[in-house]
C-alpha cells in the first residue's frame, strides 16, 4: 500500500474523495440523513479547503494497481483555551480493501505528522454507532473523550482523543 498526499490540482483525486465522504455518511448515517446532508459541491470544497495552505493534509491510499482505495483527511485546530491539536475529520476506505490494514495505515500516518508539528493530543469525532471506527481507534489508545449530538442529523456523536506528548 503506498499512502501519499493530493494536491489543489489532482481534480480527479478529489471528487473521488469527496464521493467517498459522501459513502461514510450514507454508510454511518443512513441513505436519507447521510445522503442529504450535503451538496457534493459541498463536500468537493471541503476537500479543496484542507489543500489551500492550511496545516492540513488529504491522503490517499494506493493499491499496487494505482487505485485509490482508502483516504484521510488531517488537520490542526485550536482548542478554546488555544492549546493546537490534531483533528482526524474522515477516513474511508472501499469496502474490498477493508480489514487489509489501510484504514491502520493511514490512522499511523496521521499520528505521525501531528507529532512531527509537537502536537499534544489528536482526536477524531465519529457517530456513536461507527462501531468499525472507534475499534480501530480504541486499538490505537484512543478514548472516549467526549459526547454530543450531530446538530444535523441529532445522532449520538463521541471525540476519541489520544494524547501524543507528556503533559
Known amino acids: 500500500m503506498r499512502l501519499r498526499a493530493i494536491t489543489l490540482d489532482e481534480t480527479a483525486a478529489i471528487d473521488l474523495v469527496a464521493q467517498r465522504m459522501r459513502a461514510t455518511l450514507v454508510e ?3 441513505e436519507q440523513a447521510g445522503g442529504g446532508m450535503y451538496s457534493m ?10 489543500l489551500d495552505g492550511r496545516a492540513a493534509a488529504v491522503v490517499v ?13 488531517y ?5 478554546a483555551d488555544g492549546t493546537p491539536f490534531g483533528l482526524v475529520s474522515t477516513t474511508y476506505v472501499v469496502p474490498e480493501a477493508r480489514r487489509l490494514g489501510v484504514a491502520q495505515q493511514l490512522l499511523e500516518h496521521a499520528e505521525s505528522w501531528f507529532r512531527a508539528r509537537g502536537l499534544p493530543q489528536c482526536c477524531t469525532w465519529t457517530s456513536s454507532t461507527n462501531a468499525p471506527l472507534i475499534a ?18 441529532r445522532t449520538p456523536m463521541v471525540r476519541l482523543a489520544k494524547q501524543l506528548t507528556a503533559r
Open 75 to 79: 488537520r490542526i485546530e485550536t482548542s
Open 28 to 30: 454511518v448515517e443512513g
Open 41 to 50: 459541491d459541498w463536500l468537493r470544497d471541503r476537500v479543496r479547503w484542507h
Open 136 to 153: 480501530l481507534y480504541t486499538r490505537n489508545g484512543f478514548a472516549l473523550a467526549e459526547r454530543a449530538s450531530n446538530e444535523l442529523t
Open 61 to 73: 491510499a494506493q493499491d499496487p494497481a494505482g487505485a485509490i482505495v482508502g483516504h484521510t483527511i
